[in-house]
């Protein structure tokens, strides 16, 4: 078989999935184009104007010889605090090309952050937008650890500038389908990031399973992704989704708001765009009040959270467009349960994706084989490698190619999974087990509520009860009559035991970049 090849049989039921013996993943989702008779299509489209394939394969092969040409050494990790533009994808497809391991960074960090990420990658290079230049320099001069190498994308000595020197003629590294490809880092929904190390296999998983397999992504296709590049979600959404198919990729660089989001889709037209629940929700509330153009739309997707079933109602409602909502997470690199365009459920994560497996466990590690809740464990293609330089969290959560998810789950008669929460988000009220998301999913249903958060509090009698965190929609304002129109509302809808004990009035609750919220950080505000 010749070099960077890869061999999808749709033949069989899920698609198998073939590499050649030398295989560099940057080859198929950026060469390749060229050599098909697409370098004139546009590849990626935003305000700074259109990158077509031919431009962007030359961007990359330029990018890959400016990296060698600092002298960084075959496997050297290269930290990406890059914001959403062409840049990204030239520094990230020119590193895997030429060797080595890009790791995008999340933008929103502060400098304590990136400090620990640059100690902890030994990361050789590191690569910032101008944007960021206050966190990312502090962050360099709190390390213990410089990296040899600096750069800002932009302005003289920048990357830009390097790229424009470079040859465009650019041999990609030797590699296979198994080797180290580029990390990300885990959002620390539950304390401190970990470095996740993707193989170059993860990629294509991921792009014939899900973006071919439930999406039917292909060239004439436009997604905008709302979800940032940095992290899982938006790299499948708004890169490799599109490279994969030959299709074009929107790219915006502001901070996502329900008017950003309206004017991208009239501006540039996409087929289809990826949002996370907390998006959806405040353009629910921006189109009370405006009738923006939706209709290039065939397909909405949401992840980073479940999606609770109101969200979902509300939305088809209004837009006439279903959300397909699925869970995806950083170790296994994007979405492995969905609902499809042809089988959903509101309120429900979905069916697994073909070419994943699932698995819902007890809490002595046994198999439920009922509707009871439990761990969920995944297997599948794209399963991530190790966590870097911790074999201890690796041994407990990655096992026999099965990958502990941290959520729990139940399992319909159906084979519909539903979201209970994070493992250690879970309640014993009177007994039993009771899942926060359910008991925010019916607070969201109220109309006065934007969002929802519910955790633990021991009670007087040291017992646990439900407390809710509540962010009122623009114009409501907390008051007696209100808390006690939510309690009614929930004992409504509800098993007895599950209503909220207590409720707090708040502007906002604390998320990861992905849009997960961090009821942990909740629980440490609880008396």
Known sequence: MADNLIIVDRSATPARIGYSDRFNVAV??????????????????????????????????????????????????????????????????????????????NTLLRAPDYAFMIEDSGCDAVVYSPEFAGEVE?????????????????????????????????????ATAEDDCFWLYSSG?????????????DIPATCVHYAAGVLGIDETDICFSAAKLFFAYGLGNAMTFPLWAGATAVLSDARPSPDMTFDIIAKFRPTLYFGVP????????????????????????????????????????????????????????HIFISNAPDDYRPGASGRTVPGYAAKILDENGDEIGGTDSGALWIKGDSVAKCYWNNPERT?????????????????????????????????????????????????????????????????????????????????????????KALLDHCKGGLAPYKYPRWFNFVDALPKTATGKIQRFKLRSQVP
């Open 28 to 105: 198929p989702f950026i060469d390749r184009h060229v050599a098909e008779g697409r370098g004139g299509n546009p590849a990626i489209v935003g305000a700074f104007g259109t990158v077509t394939y031919g431009e962007l394969a030359d961007r990359v092969s330029r990018c890959g010889n400016a990296l060698r040409a600092l002298g960084l050494t075959p496997g050297a990790r290269v930290l990406m605090m890059v914001k959403d533009c062409p840049e990204f994808f030239y520094l990230f497809w020119g590193a895997i090309k030429a060797g080595f391991v890009p790791v995008p960074l």
């Open 138 to 174: 502090s962050a360099l001069e709190k390390a213990r650890t410089r990296p040899a190498h600096v750069l800002k994308t932009e302005g003289p000595g920048g990357l830009a500038a390097l790229i424009d020197a470079a040859s465009a003629d650019l041999e990609p590294a030797p």
């Open 189 to 201: 929904s539950t304390g401190r990031p970990k470095g996740v190390v993707h193989a170059h296999r």
């Open 278 to 333: 907390t998006l959806y929700a405040a353009q629910l509330q921006a189109l009370d009040a405006k009738s923006p153009d939706l209709s290039s739309l065939r397909l909405c997707v949401s992840a980073g959270e479940a999606l609770p079933a109101g969200i979902f109602n509300r939305w088809k409602e209004k837009t006439g467009l279903v959300i397909l909502d699925g869970i995806g997470s950083t170790e296994i690199l």
């Open 395 to 483: 041994a407990e959560t990655i096992r026999d190619g099965w990958i502990d998810t941290g959520d729990t789950y139940i399992r319909d008669a159906d084979g519909y999974f539903i979201y209970c929460g994070r493992n250690d988000d879970m309640m014993k009220v009177g007994g039993i087990w009771c899942s926060p998301f359910e008991i925010e999913a019916r607070l969201i249903e109220h109309a006065a509520v934007l969002e929802a958060a519910v955790v633990g509090r021991a009670d007087a009698d040291s017992l646990i009860k439900p407390e809710a965190f509540v962010v009122l929609k623009d114009g409501e304002t907390a008051a007696a009559s209100l808390e």
